[in-house]
Nanobody, 124 residues
């Protein structure tokens, strides 16, 4: 059983940067693919980025070039570095762990464990 805890959310101005962290425990962290999803009020939860256990990454088109996902297996932590933030990035951000099959990395139902979420607000 894996537990995930996000941190690092907050209020930033448009164009600013923020780094989210997600600390894991209770499982073999290095064997999981790790993803970030987000949900804004009134919207469905959407895929943001994922990093495979091999280190390969995938990004949603809306964040590609602005966000970077990384992991440190020695710290059981996955990060999301967010640059050039826009008001449209405002959402609750969730991290997730799973073992998605090839071609399914962006699918929410491929992830078995979820954190509680951290709020990111981008506003002037």
């Amino acid at each position: 059983q894996v537990q995930l805890v996000e941190s690092g959310g907050g209020l930033v101005q448009p164009g600013g940067s923020l780094r989210l962290s997600c600390a894991g425990s209770g499982g073999t962290f290095s064997s999981y693919s790790l993803g970030w999803f987000r949900q804004a009020p009134g919207n469905e939860r959407e895929f943001v980025a994922t990093i495979h256990w091999s280190g390969n990454t995938l990004y949603a088109a809306s964040v590609k070039g602005r966000f970077t996902i990384s992991r440190d297996n020695t710290k059981n932590t996955v990060y999301l570095q967010m640059n050039s933030l826009e008001p449209e990035d405002t959402a609750v951000y969730y991290c997730a762990a799973g073992n998605p099959r090839a071609g399914t990395w962006a699918r929410e139902n491929q992830y078995d464990y979820w954190g509680q979420g951290t709020q990111v607000t981008v506003s002037s």
